[in-house]
């Protein structure tokens, strides 16, 4: 959807057409209160918050909200998203329609626990299951 690369996500935002403005700030600001911890970053064009990994992705296109990448561990979460199925699982938000930014804090919030359980997992595997800072 955009013409040039942008750097940060001012820029990606004011980049977009002036009718998703407000929509992708309110994403913004609802992916920024579920996972405070996050940063902002670009990441394949698009707006993306990392805590430790990637948590999601975002972008505007001609007709929906783009959400990526898929949801899975929640099953009662993935029901609720059904009717946003994208190909391969990512979301699409219509623009026609209202944006479900509950289910996106809820997508998020999923993202975090998710990024934290896989940091522990990679630290046991670095440590060998011990507790940093003991000896065997």
Do not use: C, W
């Not at 997508?107 to 065997?136: F, I, N, Y």
């Amino acid at each position: 959807m955009l013409d040039t690369m942008p750097t940060n996500f001012e820029g990606y935002i004011s980049a977009s057409p002036a009718a998703v403005r407000a929509i992708l700030r309110e994403i913004r600001r609802v992916i920024g209160a579920a996972a405070p911890q996050a940063e902002e970053v670009i990441s394949y064009r698009m707006p993306a918050f990392r805590q430790r990994g990637i948590l999601v992705y975002f972008a505007a296109f001609k007709s929906h909200i783009g959400l990526f990448p898929p949801v899975r561990g929640d099953a009662k979460l993935a029901k609720a998203l059904a009717p946003y199925a994208g190909p391969k699982g990512n979301l699409k938000f219509p623009l026609d329609q209202p944006i479900p930014y509950t289910l996106i804090r809820r997508v998020v919030r999923l993202r975090v626990k998710q990024d934290s359980a896989r940091a522990g997992t990679k630290a046991a595997k670095r440590t060998g299951g011990r507790k940093p800072g003991r000896s065997a």
